[in-house]
């Protein structure tokens, strides 16, 4: 790919190094989406690694039948930091991160709508990362090391409660679930803010590049499900400060309304985290099968769809806690039936690979792997849907198998496609491709021995959350391979953040435009300017560089 | 592959996009709705559940005169509203004093059962499922009031030292959507706690 | 509907006492039969697309050798005929699905319930079982026995269940699917085993700190065993006076405010109830064997065995010990 002459002239790499001082003072204030973006990645990928190394101490514990390498008490913490961290604190801000860096960029804005708000949210979500951990010093007073939650991430009441958890790991976890939870909803509310109103001439509506569609979808999706689970977490923070009784299964509460009000958010998050994965996708695999995205107002029109019933299908997380006949059917069917429009997503992704000449660079590799993985991933959930499948497969090592198919095969596959993708954008350097695709296929080889194997031992009645096991269950075999395939996948991502880091410094430059891609952020210098565009840009088509590229056959020519 | 420079510019006849503020303010809107939406279900829910006294229609009595007050409060806001955008700055602060004191009226009313509740029935929030529910739903509109009176205390007193003129009236009719909200919220919980669940 | 290959399926059935795919009882069955049918369904799909993805990616990868590598491909945007047919295909399947999924439903939750059947009351409580039976008069604790249902003359148990403080969940695969054990709310579910022997479950909702070991034992019995160990179960509590002794140490500690042996002053409901302790198979929960090491060692610390149990280490001193653990291994 040839050297990149640009309009644009660049301030950004060649600016002088300022003292550290002034640096750090720099990215403490900053309003730039590109910066505060960037913070949002960094910050998320040190929790991902922190809740990695997490999964990896449980691993190690389950490896083998009645092993003693970490006590009950310390596991329960585990999982349930795990699971929370990997959920609040490194899923959402790693896809906020890449929102407000591209969705701008990407609809020709020079910013986000509002700034300073966008500002607060990342700093307040950061203080619910920090809150969290600090349950590690304050849980049980400063000397009380390790008493981190162990409520589990959904938290069941009554088991929340002060006679069941007494001390204030629980109020850690509450607070800084509800604390990032204001950021996430300020985030979303700029994001909304941003496509909406900030669009470049030019950019109606239907030829909003599907990213930013699906960035929109996510942030309605987060107002109206974080909103619940932040109402819930007042309702708990009342029942253990004030006496109330919301879930006080002593004085006629019930349990199972934190269960509804719980997965009322929790199932709708599940695709709040998906769907800007679904984004990355339709923007990387298009451009490395060089041919337009198939079907744009399907997937536009299935992207809301998937928004709207997932609203509808809450319970199915539901279907053992006793909801009765009709109550299980009506949500095994509204489960069921987002595999249409999750289908016409990936058939689509399929048609545009059909005819195309596919390029195997490593961020296609990671969206190869995520097409592959949400299929099966897919498939295994509506496997759960089913309901009286659910009654033997629910709370198995069956159901970790599903979700980890997604948030890891599916969601995490599509993030490292996205740095492998962005990251020229964002730092002016290439990723290492040889490292890149040794971090592809060590990654992909321990992902499927750690979650295909997770499989069976759920068919064999292995429940989750159970910190060991007997010998005479034949589970131990299985779980010592599923044990040795996170730690595979602990290398490969060792591997990946050292191409990070190795690249910033050592990588090939990449110029503006390195994929011959076709969306707006590939106009502007890598990293981009201050100010973004040096004019504003004008579109007249979903490809504005693709017209550019092909004066005689722009696609405004074909867009109905 | 080819060089890219800058899009050009060219002439796309009018670009007219929503604005910034009113896409906030419903996005705030939509998501506070949906705090509000899960107090009222549980409301609802545990509605005649409690399994001790008092009972909501022993001690609840109808707020009719506090609640004509809040609603009120949305007109007068709207002529505030109206007021700015036609530049007439000594009424934008008239109608704004008095959705000040419409808003505050509504508060002291709050106050005033709950203070009865609390030290002459015996209900407090640890007392029953009543309880749980009655003041964390009342109390969750009461604290959203008085945000409200905040923004709107603000704006009178920018309106009374001239610092907002005509060009903010975009400002203040955000603001006066949230004021609606609010208002609307409270027909909903009036009905819920005070006439169907009493 | 065997589709979906009978060796995996009989290989797995063979690899765990707990495994969903050897049932023995209607629910589990008629749960297995409908997993036949969805993973016929969801493996045919799978087959389908991941033929398609790998044919295109064969068959359309780049090829740089080719004359026409520098030209991007023919641009397609769209096929209005194509789409609409990967719409209403997957709807019809979906149709499919949920039809053969709400006859199970039905058929599992909303049968009356017949005349002839044996009630148990189910209670979980952190990290143990407490089962009543209230039409026989039996309390016990951990291990749960019920008759042997036949096609014949069908006998089956209803276990009607609630918790005494977090949440559970009742689960032996090869009986039925599982259903939680919630406080404040009542759920029932009904079993009919037919074959005789030992089932193993366990707790399958995150309860706390043991929840790992909260284990479930059902001895599926003959009728005539199962009315052997009723009639067993009823009688008052041994009352041997060679172990006098280690009965007066039991009744002198705290032991009572939390255990019942009928016919002492132990009336305690905190914890399982110790009157035929000694004719279970195995204690806390089936933690480890009931031998008399066991329970004396399970007396002097409940942690070396089940760390979070919420039995308080008794400190007794090794005489008392030794007395204690002779009296409750007398409770035959
Ligand atoms: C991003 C994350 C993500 C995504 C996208 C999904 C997607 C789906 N999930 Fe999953 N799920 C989780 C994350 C996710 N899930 C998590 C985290 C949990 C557990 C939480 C916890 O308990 O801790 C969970 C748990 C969970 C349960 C509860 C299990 C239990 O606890 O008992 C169920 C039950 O129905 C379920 C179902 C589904 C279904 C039907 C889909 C569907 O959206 C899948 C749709 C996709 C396809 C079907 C494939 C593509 C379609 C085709 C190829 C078309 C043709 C197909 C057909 C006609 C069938 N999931
Ligand atoms: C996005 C979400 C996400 C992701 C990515 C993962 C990733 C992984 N998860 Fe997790 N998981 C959850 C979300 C996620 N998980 C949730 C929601 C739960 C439920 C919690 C609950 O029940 O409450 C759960 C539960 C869960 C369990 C079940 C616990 C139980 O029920 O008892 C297990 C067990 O194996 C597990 C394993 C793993 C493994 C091996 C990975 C691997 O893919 C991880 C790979 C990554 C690494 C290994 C990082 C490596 C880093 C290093 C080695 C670097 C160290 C260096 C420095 C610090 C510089 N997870
Ligand atoms: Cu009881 Cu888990
Ligand atoms: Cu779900």
Redesign the interface.
């Known amino acids: 790919m040839a050297t990149q002459t640009t309009a644009v002239v660049d301030r950004t790499v060649h600016a002088p190094r300022g003292r550290v001082f002034d640096v750090v003072k720099e990215w403490l204030t900053t309003v730039d989406h590109k910066k505060i973006g960037l913070m949002y990645i960094g910050y998320a990928l040190i929790f991902l690694l922190i809740a990695g190394v997490e999964a990896l101490m449980m691993r190690i514990q389950l490896a083998v039948p009645n092993n003693h390498f970490v006590s009950p008490q310390t596991f329960n913490q585990l999982f349930t930091m795990h699971g929370t961290t990997m959920v609040f604190f490194a899923g959402m801000p790693i896809l906020f991160g890449f929102g407000n860096y591209l969705v701008p960029l990407m609809i020709g804005a020079r910013d986000m709508a509002f700034p300073r708000l966008n500002a607060f949210s990342f700093w307040i979500s950061a203080f619910g990362g920090f809150l969290l951990y600090y349950s590690y010093f304050g849980g049980s007073g400063m000397y009380g090391a390790g008493s981190a939650p162990d409520v589990g991430w959904f938290a069941y009441a009554p088991l929340t409660a002060r006679v069941f958890s007494p001390g204030h790991s629980t109020d850690y976890w509450t607070l800084s679930i509800l604390v990032s939870g204001v950021g996430s909803i300020g985030t979303a509310l700029n994001i909304v803010a941003t496509i909406l109103c900030m669009r470049c001439p030019g950019m109606k509506m239907n030829r909003l590049p599907l990213l930013a569609w699906l960035y929109l979808v996510t942030s309605g999706l987060v107002f109206v499900t974080i909103s619940p689970l932040t109402a819930a977490q007042i309702m708990l923070m009342l029942d253990r400060y004030l006496g109330a009784h919301f879930f006080d299964t002593q004085a006629g509460g019930s349990a199972v309304l934190w269960m509804h009000f719980f997965w009322i958010f929790g199932h709708p998050e599940v695709y709040i985290l998906v769907l800007p994965a679904f984004g990355f996708a339709s923007e990387i695999i298009p451009v490395f099968s060089r041919k337009a995205i198939f079907g744009y107002p399907a997937m536009v029109a299935a992207t809301v769809g998937i928004g709207f019933i997932s609203l509808t299908v809450w319970a199915h997380h539901m279907f053992t806690v006793g909801l009765g006949a009709p109550g299980n059917a009506f949500f095994t069917f509204s489960t069921m039936v987002i595999s249409v429009p999750t289908g016409i997503k990936v058939f689509n992704w399929l048609a545009t690979l059909w005819g195309g000449k596919i390029h195997f660079e490593v961020p296609m590799l990671f969206s190869l792997g995520f097409l592959f993985q949400f299929v099966v991933a897919g498939l295994t959930g509506i496997m759960l849907s089913v309901s009286p499948f659910d009654w033997q497969l629910g709370s198995s090592y069956f159901v970790v198998a599903h979700f980890h198919y997604v948030l890891v095969g599916a969601i995490v596959f599509m993030i490292f496609a996205a740095f492998y993708y962005w990251y020229p954008k964002m730092t002016g350097r290439m990723l290492d491709k040889k490292l890149g695709q040794w971090h592809f296929w060590l990654f992909l080889i321990g992902f499927h021995v750690t979650f295909d194997l997770m499989h069976i031992p759920g068919l064999l009645g292995m429940p989750r959350r159970i910190y060991t096991y007997e010998a005479d269950r034949g589970w131990a075999g299985l779980n010592m391979a599923v044990s040795i395939g996170g730690a595979i996948q602990g290398i490969a991502t060792l591997i990946f953040v050292y191409n990070l880091v190795h690249s910033y410094f050592k990588g090939k430059e990449a110029g503006a435009d390195p994929w011959d891609a076709w969306t707006l952020e590939w106009s502007t210098a890598s990293p981009p300017p201050a100010y973004n565009f040096a004019e504003t840009p004008t579109v007249e088509s979903r490809r504005p560089l693709w017209d550019l590229k092909h004066p005689n056959d722009p696609d405004s020519k074909y867009e109905g | 592959m080819s060089n890219v420079a800058t899009i050009p510019h060219s002439a796309v006849g009018e670009w007219k996009q929503p604005s910034k503020g009113v896409v906030g303010m419903a996005c705030l809107i939509i998501a506070e709705a949906s705090i509000f939406i899960i107090f009222i279900v549980a409301y609802l829910y545990y509605a005649g559940k409690s399994l001790s006294g008092p009972t909501p229609h022993e001690v609840l009595e109808l707020p009719i005169f506090t609640s004509i007050c809040l609603i009120s409060s949305s007109i007068t806001v709207h002529f505030a509203g109206s007021a700015l955008h036609h530049g007439k700055r000594n009424a934008t602060s008239l109608w704004l004093a008095l959705t000040v004191l419409l808003g505050g009226i509504f508060l002291v009313g709050t106050g005033q059962e709950w203070y009865q509740l609390i030290y002459h029935d015996g209900l407090t929030i640890s007392t029953n499922l009543f309880g749980t529910t009655f003041y964390s739903l009342v109390g969750l509109h009461a604290s959203h009031v008085i945000v409200g009176l905040i923004m709107l205390s603000l704006s009178l007193i920018f309106s009374l030292t001239g610092q907002m003129t005509s060009a903010h009236s975009e400002k203040l009719e955000v603001l006066s959507l949230y004021w609606h909200f609010v208002d609307a919220v409270w027909i909903v919980v009036f009905l819920v706690v005070y006439v169907f669940c009493r | 509907m065997r589709l979906f290959p009978a060796s995996i399926v009989d290989f797995?059935a063979a690899?765990?006492?707990?495994?969903?795919?050897s049932p023995s009882a209607t629910p589990?069955h008629?749960?297995f039969d409908?997993?036949m049918l969805?993973?016929s369904i969801?493996g045919g799909?799978?087959l389908v697309?991941?033929g398609?993805?790998i044919f295109?990616?064969i068959r359309?990868?780049?090829?740089p050798s080719s004359p026409q590598?520098d030209h991007?491909?023919?641009?397609?945007?769209?096929?209005m005929q194509?789409?609409l047919s990967?719409?209403v295909i997957?709807?019809l399947i979906?149709v499919v699905?949920?039809l053969a999924?709400?006859r199970?439903?039905?058929s599992?939750?909303?049968i009356p319930k017949p005349a002839k059947r044996i009630d148990v009351t189910v209670i979980g409580h952190q990290y143990w079982w407490e089962y009543r039976y209230p039409k026989l008069g039996v309390v016990t604790a951990n291990e749960l026995h019920i008759p042997v249902s036949s096609a014949s003359d069908p006998l089956p148990t209803y276990l009607t269940m609630s918790s005494a403080?977090?949440?559970h969940?009742f689960?032996v695969?090869r009986l039925?699917?599982?259903?939680?054990v919630?406080?404040?709310?009542v759920?029932v579910m009904w079993v009919d085993p037919q074959t005789t022997g030992l089932y193993?479950?366990?707790?399958?909702?995150?309860?706390?700190?043991?929840?790992?070991?909260m284990?479930l034992r059902v001895y599926v019995d003959t009728p005539d065993q199962f009315a052997a160990w009723v009639a067993q179960q009823k009688k008052p509590a041994a009352d041997d006076t060679s172990v006098a002794a280690g009965k007066a140490v039991f009744e002198h500690n705290s032991c009572i405010s939390c255990h019942t042996v009928s016919g002492t002053v132990a009336t305690g409901r905190f914890g399982p109830d110790l009157t035929h302790l000694a004719s279970r198979d195995t204690i806390a929960s089936g933690a480890v064997k009931n031998t008399p090491e066991n329970i004396r060692a399970f007396i002097d610390d409940p942690a070396a065995f089940k760390?979070?149990a919420l039995m308080p280490a008794m400190h007794l001193n090794q005489h008392d010990l030794d007395l204690v653990t002779a009296y409750l291994t007398s409770l035959k």
């Open positions: 797995l690899q765990s006492p707990t495994s969903i795919f589990a008629s749960i409908l997993s969805v993973l969801t799909i799978f697309v991941y398609l993805l295109v990616l359309y990868r780049h090829k590598a991007e491909p023919p641009q397609i945007y769209g096929s194509i789409e990967w719409t997957p709807i979906v699905l949920f999924t709400a199970v439903i039905f599992t939750e909303s403080d977090t949440d969940s689960w695969p039925a699917g599982k259903l939680d919630i406080p404040n709310k759920n193993l479950g366990q707790c399958a909702q995150y309860c706390g700190t043991q929840h790992a070991k284990l760390p979070g």
